[in-house]
């Protein structure tokens, strides 16, 4: 049995998204055991709406909700919140092997490295979403937000962790390492990404191709783009945004006219292969790489089948052993002998 | 007459996508006078596909072009070159008001920084294009990759740039602008960021509304997106790769089957309505802000309606007086009193 914690009451829609979500789940992989955090009486609530297998969820009674506006290092004292117990939990339970959240993005992070703690080695956790490409698969943008500001051997970590989960998530063989710069030639970037680009090129462990620019995330042979997280949630954000556009505009022009919502009728299924293929939440939320344990932070306005998603990527690479993968990957390179020039 | 120079050999369709343009530009505005710089004979073969009023058109003969592997430092050496000689006669000739080239995007820099030479004030140039937004409208990035290291003055400047833009060249009074960082929060974003919010929190002659996310750049009521080069040309490879992908992915599903087939039959219209607001190419390429003279930067992939483009919104912005609007903004602002840390 897979036992995985979620934070009940974590993003815009909860607990009714969380808890449809976790129902969700449980009925796609019935080897799979859930403990909900959050308000008792609210998430029972939610659950009268649904039949499910009631051997295999636990609710963690906690009467308090961090929201998007506390303070990351302030709210991760608030042990009665959903996302801490959640994580105290995590921490202390041998057998609860992952975590889910839509919740604040900033406790997430401050709360993985402070409760959680990091793999040894590991610099700092970086968040990694699954962007869809034109091969019809995933790029792993990483860090796309939790590090404002980087180090050339946070960048190098950040490939390592990517790379390991690109095989242990998605069976990619020596999986390929884009560096995220304004352009592919090798002297291009500041000082961080031409120095970074430099290590990369001598590291082990890693396959690196070179410098690419943020059209080759979505559209280039890339497997892995590594980035600052400074720009690399810059780069997430504006895809999300045109994404977003396009579709709106999409939606408005193909109900313009009469000739158009014909034209609609004979298309559904091809614009719904579409928007699947397009899916930014086809794998749930980025994964906060760099733990002990799996952690997947959710979309903020996660739906419910963002949340199974989520919950099912997050049993999917546990059980592909993703911890001991970023391990023995870590093992590989000697970063104090690769970076000298740094602390 | 405004008379433009072109580089007639820049781009990867030179020059027979270039001179296309320019016989379209010619053909749209009867007071458009422009001169081509490249090789004559290259140039006099395109010419001779169409009919175009020969007495508002010139030829100079350069037999050199620059490309985009050559050094741009090395390569504004080149003066037979079609880009470098364009800028000699563009600063030297008064009554050449702007210049157009679709070439190198490093040596257009360099060469309009050595050659041309900035206004009086301003501390870097800064690529700034338009871009398709939600609102119908455009949303002015800048900068988008003229400088990959920046400082809090430079990003001051930038706002102050893409203002004069956006009320010279689409009739905005007063544009909101806002700070491209990874998060909306007035605490976001690396020190860079963090100080260059408080200076345009400050400082006069400017619409600050606060800091945006990528995903506002497309989709938020901002005119300006200020940048640093770096992230702010992630931004905009991101969303140019993701515009490309969407619409690609939408090509295959809609000639998949015969339904959708037909389906697009209905739809045609609809497609062409979306695809032209969705234009990144709408007002041609990038301006090249806080230059003595108009300087547009058309993509390296211009097509000929991209090149008239250009060369059109180069000749409205000109005549619109951009250069004296940018004066007179600089001339609001006392960036030493402002920006003590600094130099």
Redesign the interface.
């Known amino acids: 049995m897979t036992k995985i914690i979620v934070d009940a009451m974590g993003g815009d829609n909860a607990p009714s998204a969380t808890v449809a979500g976790c129902v969700e789940a449980l009925k796609d992989d019935k080897n799979l055991y859930l403990i909900l955090t959050g308000r008792q009486n609210e998430i029972e609530a939610e659950l009268k709406k649904y039949t499910y297998d009631k051997t295999r969820l636990e609710i963690v009674d906690c009467p308090d909700v961090i929201d998007m506006n506390d303070i990351p290092t302030e709210a991760i004292k608030r042990k009665q919140s959903s996302l801490i117990a959640a994580y105290w939990m995590l921490k202390k339970e041998d057998d609860i092997c992952a975590l889910v959240t839509a919740g604040s993005t900033g406790a997430t992070i401050v709360g993985g490295q402070l409760i959680l703690g990091r793999i040894r080695g590991v610099k700092r956790p970086a968040l990694c979403p699954a962007i869809?490409?034109?091969r019809g698969s995933f790029t792993l943008l990483c860090d796309c937000?939790a590090n404002?500001?980087c180090k050339p051997v946070m960048l190098c970590q950040f490939a390592l962790l990517a790379s390991a989960y690109a095989e242990v998530g998605f069976g990619i063989k020596n999986p390929k390492v884009g560096l995220?710069?304004?352009?592919t030639e090798e002297h291009?970037?500041?000082?961080l990404?031409q120095q970074t680009y430099k290590y990369l090129t001598e590291m082990q462990g890693i396959n690196f191709t070179g410098n690419i620019?943020?059209?080759?995330?979505?559209?280039s042979q890339c497997d892995v783009a590594v980035?600052d997280?400074?720009?690399g949630?810059?780069?997430?954000?504006?895809?999300?945004?045109?994404?977003?556009?396009?579709?709106?505009?999409?939606k408005k022009?193909?109900s313009?006219?009469l000739?158009?919502k014909?034209?609609?009728?004979?298309?559904r299924?091809?614009?719904k292969?579409?928007r699947f293929?397009?899916d930014f939440n086809r794998y749930g939320g980025a994964l906060l790489l760099g733990l002990k344990k799996v952690v997947v932070k959710s979309h903020g306005s996660s739906k419910p089948q963002t949340i199974a998603a989520s919950i099912a990527n997050a049993a999917a690479i546990h059980r592909n052993g993703l911890v001991p993968a970023v391990e023995k990957k870590l093992e590989s390179v000697d970063f104090n002998s690769l970076i000298q020039e740094e602390e």
């Open positions: 869809p490409n034109s937000g404002a500001e995220l710069s304004n352009g291009k970037g500041d000082p990404h620019e943020g059209r080759d995330i979505m559209t980035a997280g400074f720009s949630n810059v780069a997430l954000k504006s895809m999300e945004g045109c994404g977003k556009l396009v579709l709106g505009v999409m022009e193909f313009a006219t000739s158009s014909i034209g609609y009728l004979f298309m299924k091809a614009i292969r579409m293929q397009l």
